[in-house]
């Protein structure tokens, strides 16, 4: 099971920090991936880290703002979103994938096995 948390309303240029907590599995074998869906348009990636923390990848839209990381001795996987933009405004959401991931795969929602309930951001202009 994975829950998201620490979306909200913000102001353009604040930060917040996402957390994925994993409950029922050995949350360290798995990639971990960010995606979110704005209002009307289809889901897109965000942010991956691999099993081990050694690899990540972003979108270009947040490359430079956001960054991910994991704790996997606390099952939580964060992304810290920094200089929010009004286009960041969408609910946000984690999932899991395998421990053998591809830099190009990373990025791809059908990789991914599972998914939890999103949080979402707003961010105001």
């Known amino acids: 099971q994975l829950q998201a948390s620490g979306g909200g309303l913000v102001q353009a240029g604040d930060s917040l920090r996402l957390s994925c907590v994993a409950s029922?599995?050995?949350?360290?074998?798995?990639?971990m991936g960010w995606f979110r869906q704005a209002p009307g348009k289809q889901r897109k990636f965000v942010a991956a880290?691999?099993?081990?923390?050694?690899?990540?990848r972003y979108a270009d839209s947040v490359k430079g703002r956001f960054t991910i990381s994991r704790d996997n001795a606390k099952n939580t996987a964060y992304l810290q979103m920094n200089s929010l933009k009004p286009e960041d405004t969408a609910v946000y959401s984690c999932?899991?994938?395998?421990?053998?991931?591809?830099?190009?795969?990373?990025?791809?929602?059908?990789?991914?096995?599972?998914w939890g309930q999103g949080t979402l951001v707003t961010v105001s202009s």
């Open positions: 029922g599995s050995p949350f360290g074998s798995y990639t």
């Open positions: 999932a899991t994938g395998p421990q053998r991931i591809t830099f190009l795969t990373m990025s791809t929602p059908r990789v991914y096995n599972y």
């Open positions: 880290i691999t099993w081990g923390g050694g690899s990540t």
